[in-house]
């Protein structure tokens, strides 16, 4: 298999879901928001490695059940959501992983990934509206220099990536009033500046909070949120960060 790409059709495709997805338990806090950024094996190739590996260690996809149930803190409430970012290469496995874990794939985000731009950049786009603009309404120049300004563009071999995909898993009663907070007026789309490696916008922390009821956990976290649990191992020492 080559590197980089989602390991679903070579691996995965002949297991069988997990029959010991665990259901609630007295005594023991249960989570109604579950979000997970699982470390896709994304492995870069070439002399320059650009993959995730290098910046954390990977987990192969037929792996990533065990590791999550293993955790000592995936305990969904029956009537729970899951939101599980997925890149590009990798999103047959994550629709894979939800079923794993006991959940239905519904509806998905987007992050589309924005960047500051510089004075240069500015000018230079600015000079380049107006030579190709010649005919266009100011309000077509305004979206297409706005978008030339600000989308923070990646790798690709069909299509340079500019955005990152936050997919919504349903368990039990997805808008039960447990757990769905009944906002019905939350865009799909997030607009937020891209900052280091896999780290997620905030925006994206906000979406979720408007949507799905807590308690909530993270798993994969990189950094703590208040009033979130955090498992990985680059969280913040201890829980409820």
Known sequence: MSAGRGMLDEETSGFALLPDVPCERPGVTSFRTLMMDPPWN????GVIKRGADRHYPLVKTRDLPGVILNSGTFEPANDSHLWMWAT??????ALWLGAQLGFEYKTNAVWVKTRAPSPDLIARELTRAHDA??????????????????LQIGLGQYLR????LLLFFTRGKGQAPTVWNEARNV??????????????????????????????????????REGWTSWGNESPEGEDE
């Open 42 to 45: 994304e492995a870069g190739g």
């Open 88 to 93: 590009n290469n990798f999103l047959p496995d």
């Open 133 to 150: 603009g010649a005919g266009e309404s100011f309000s077509a120049q305004s979206v297409r220099l706005s978008e030339a300004l600000t």
């Open 161 to 164: 990536g500019a955005h990152e």
């Open 187 to 224: 865009p799909s789309v997030i607009r937020a500046r891209r900052t280091r490696h896999s780290a997620k916008p905030v925006e994206a922390y906000e979406l979720i909070e408007r949507v799905s009821a807590g308690p909530r956990v993270e798993f994969f976290a990189r950094a703590g």
